[in-house]
């Protein structure tokens, strides 16, 4: 396929078709609309089920039930949206149930606004609903990624049985640009002896989350941090740019890393050392690899669309080694890169912050 | 020897639960019994719901799902819409469906989901201890409304069969008791129709079987039966609120 010019959305919607997303449940929210409207003139026609749910909470457990039958999955929606999800992600999590959940992020707290932010990172990356579970989360940060990670993301859930999050934002979502879907080639299904199909020359399967033994869950808590620290091992995913020499690291991921990279490459024409960490995998942090380039001499800054979350995450893998700033804006505005420009120059000129 | 009684198939030797004068036992057993008699049990899968139905899944011998308080019409959907040839039921309480789960429900009935949907109506919340359900009588002393519900703080009971009766989507809406053997006979008619609705693509069919919960009630088994037939069967007329193959016929 050709590549061609696709919003977003659009083209995180096709490649879960291709990627073999048999059901879509999903409820109206913006900056998402595109994807189930996308999937609503698409997929039933391409072999598989799309429905409007009444509500959020509804649309996650029909995920639930059509994960746990052994269909590829999805549902998405946006900030307000996704924490109306989270019980449903918990159970999901609990489940050891794959599927797929796409937040494209707006503003907030509460209805805050339909403009891109980047607020729910830790609602992301650090459980979100009730218990101890994690998602595998994926930070696209171009259109031709919201496709990739998408296809990415299927294969992650079902090979580790886990709930996997496309974290975007409205920019994201809603911006153009050409796109590659790699050949036709769609990934083969998964066995999936545990999914209820009904019980034909075998014993009932049970997808269940409730186990009021402590001594039973707690060895069912075990088995899952054991799964996560796996995880953390084999699935870390990271870019980065002109890191060798920098004085000053930027570290950004989707839309903001797109800044920060606009500003590096303006530094590095004024003679400025400075590089791009770009984390594409949120859970699992790429926290061995920013350690790694951790030193006395040498700064972060970090730039974020929202108060200063993944710069929590930054710092600890920094543990101390370098001194980590942070820029952000707010509200469902974007930093420019003239403003992380700004700061990085104010760094490294000793002005400090 | 001929065999005169035996367990259903889709019934599994886990011990149940249930309290002492509590009819879900009763009530599982005739939902097995309509899955073996219509030779269905390999294709079904069961959605346990939250309450004291949620070991439902250790005592049905079929595929089953646990769903999240009030859910289960909403993963049923995404069990039924991926599996359209599987046989897909729910096992839900009052506080489950007609409570917490009140949009679930709805919708799906609204909808038209080829489901079969076993509500269990016993006006009070157990597993939780007693409190005061979406169905709990006016005047009925529980935890939450000690003095008795009043419609003046709390409103009034919600009949279930009634009020999804004002909708297209579903094809067979029935009220049962499950306090005599009579009701019971009945009760298990009515399930398996509700199946029989599912297999030939009908849509929606749910059955609202009336129970009780001797416990929470505060009643010896035998006078919580007597108490649901005085008290229960006249707010919650038994009958069938809905029949489109009546209607087909007529």
Redesign the interface.
């Known amino acids: 396929m050709a590549r061609m010019l696709m919003r977003g959305n659009e083209a995180l919607a096709e490649a879960a078709i291709r990627a073999g997303c ?2 879509f ?1 999903g409820y109206p929210i913006t900056p998402q609309n595109e994807i189930p409207g996308y999937m609503a003139e698409h997929l039933p026609l391409r072999g598989g ?1 799309f ?1 409007q ?3 959020e ?3 996650i ?11 590829r ?1 999805m549902t998405s929606s946006s900030s307000p949206g996704i924490s109306l999800k989270q ?2 992600i918990s ?1 999901i999590a609990a489940g050891e149930l794959p599927c797929v959940i796409v937040n494209v992020m707006r503003c907030g707290p509460g209805l805050g606004g339909i403009h891109p932010s980047q607020g729910d990172y830790f609602q992301a990356v650090k459980g979100g609903g009730h218990g101890d579970y994690r998602l595998i989360v994926l930070a696209p940060g171009s259109v031709q990624e919201m496709a990739d990670l998408t296809m990415l993301a299927f294969e992650l859930a079902d090979k580790w049985r886990n709930p996997v999050m496309i974290l975007a934002d409205g920019t994201l979502g809603q911006m153009m640009e050409p796109v590659e879907f790699s050949a036709e080639t769609k990934s083969e299904p998964v066995e999936k002896p545990w999914a ?6 075998r014993k ?7 186990d009021i033994v402590p001594e039973s869950l707690e060895r069912v808590n075990h088995r899952l941090l054991a799964k996560y620290e796996r995880i953390k091992e084999e699935e870390v995913r990271w870019q980065a740019v002109g890191v060798k020499d920098a004085d000053l690291i930027l570290v950004g991921y989707g839309t903001s890393a797109r800044v920060a990279r606009s500003a590096m490459e303006q530094a590095r024409r004024d003679g400025l050392k400075v590089g791009l960490f770009r984390p594409i995998s949120l859970f699992p942090f790429p926290e061995k690899q920013i350690r790694e380039l951790a030193k006395a001499e040498r700064q972060f800054l970090v730039v974020e669309m929202s108060g200063g979350q993944m710069v929590e995450d930054v710092r600890l893998a920094v543990d101390g080694r370098s001194p980590v700033h942070f820029t952000n804006r707010l509200g469902g505005m974007v930093p420019t890169p003239e403003e992380v420009l700004e700061k990085v120059e104010s760094i490294l000129e000793g002005r400090g912050n | 020897m001929r065999v005169v009684f035996e367990k259903p198939e889709a019934m599994t030797d886990s011990p149940m639960h249930y309290c002492p004068g509590c009819t879900h036992g009763v009530i599982h057993r005739l939902v097995a019994e309509a899955i073996d008699s219509l030779g269905i049990r390999e294709q079904t899968i069961g959605v346990a719901s939250v309450g004291c139905s949620v070991f439902a899944y250790d005592y049905f011998n079929v595929d089953m799902q646990q769903a999240a308080h009030g859910r289960a019409p909403a993963v049923a959907t995404g069990i039924k819409r991926v599996l359209p040839d599987k046989m897909v039921f729910t096992y839900q309480g009052d506080g489950d469906l007609a409570s917490i789960g009140m949009g679930e429900i709805v919708h799906a009935a609204a909808r038209g989901e080829n489901i079969t949907v076993i509500f269990v109506n016993n006006a009070i919340y157990g597993m939780t201890s007693g409190q005061m359900a979406p169905t709990t009588l006016v005047g009925q002393k529980t935890a939450t409304s000690p003095r008795g519900r009043s419609a003046a703080e709390t409103g009034y009971p919600i009949r279930m069969c009634e009020l999804l009766a004002t909708l297209d989507g579903p094809s067979y809406l029935a009220r049962v008791s499950s306090h005599d053997t009579k009701h019971i006979i009945q009760a298990g008619r009515a399930i398996k129709k509700a199946f029989e609705m599912q297999q030939q693509n009908k849509g929606f069919a749910m059955v609202e079987v009336l129970s009780t919960c001797s416990v929470n009630w505060g009643m010896t088994p035998a006078k919580s039966m007597e108490w649901l037939a005085e008290n229960m069967i006249p707010y919650y007329p038994l009958g069938v609120y809905k029949d489109i193959t009546a209607e087909e016929g007529k």
Request: without cysteine; proline residues 3%; negative net charge.
């Open positions: 048999k059901a449940f089920v429905l749910a009444e509500s909470v509804a649309a457990n029909m995920v639930y039930g059509a994960a746990g039958a052994g269909a999955v019980e449903g159970y209820t199909t009904g019980a034909v020359n009932p399967n049970v997808i269940n989350t409730l």
